[in-house]
């Protein structure tokens, strides 16, 4: 079962993944991307209204979704898709030692901005059970988390 929800998360987490060196916990910027000379921010709300709309108002958001080798359709399809999970065969998995290297090859290359590596697995770990705990979960109820 979590073969399969991994690969979907996978799938549709393409997109965060291009977004390199991220999140900045508490605020309306979760992404920072890094593309060679430039590093642009791209703010929830355009996160919100792909996921919603499939409408791109973003530049920096347009530009990972063209680098990313998905079309705009398959990565908010990926990202807004809901898995039936239970939270606490979901912890246990992400407590496991399986579990913690999914979470330390995930944060590998998209982490949490203000305490980088030391909190990576913590604050993936936590985004995922927090966006699962009504029984439900998708790579952009992770991201909002």
Not at 9 to 29: I, N
Not at 78 to 87: A, I, L, N, P
């Amino acid at each position: 079962m979590f073969n399969r929800l991994a690969a979907g998360l996978l799938a549709g987490a393409s997109l965060a993944v291009m977004a390199a060196p991220a999140a900045e916990a508490g605020t309306k910027r979760p992404v920072r991307w890094v593309t060679g000379g430039a590093v642009w921010t791209t703010k929830s709300k355009a996160f919100k209204k792909f996921f919603k709309t499939g409408e791109i108002t973003d530049r920096a958001l347009l530009a990972g979704i063209n680098n990313s080798g998905w079309t705009a359709e398959e990565i908010q399809e990926g990202m807004t898709k809901t898995y039936s999970v239970d939270v606490v065969g979901v912890t246990r998995f992400l407590y496991s030692k399986d579990g913690v290297a999914f979470l330390k090859d995930q944060t590998s290359s998209y982490f949490p901005y203000w305490r980088k590596k030391k909190t990576a697995v913590v604050a993936l770990r936590s985004a995922i059970i927090m966006a699962s705990k009504k029984g439900k979960l998708s790579a952009a109820g992770i991201m909002k988390n």
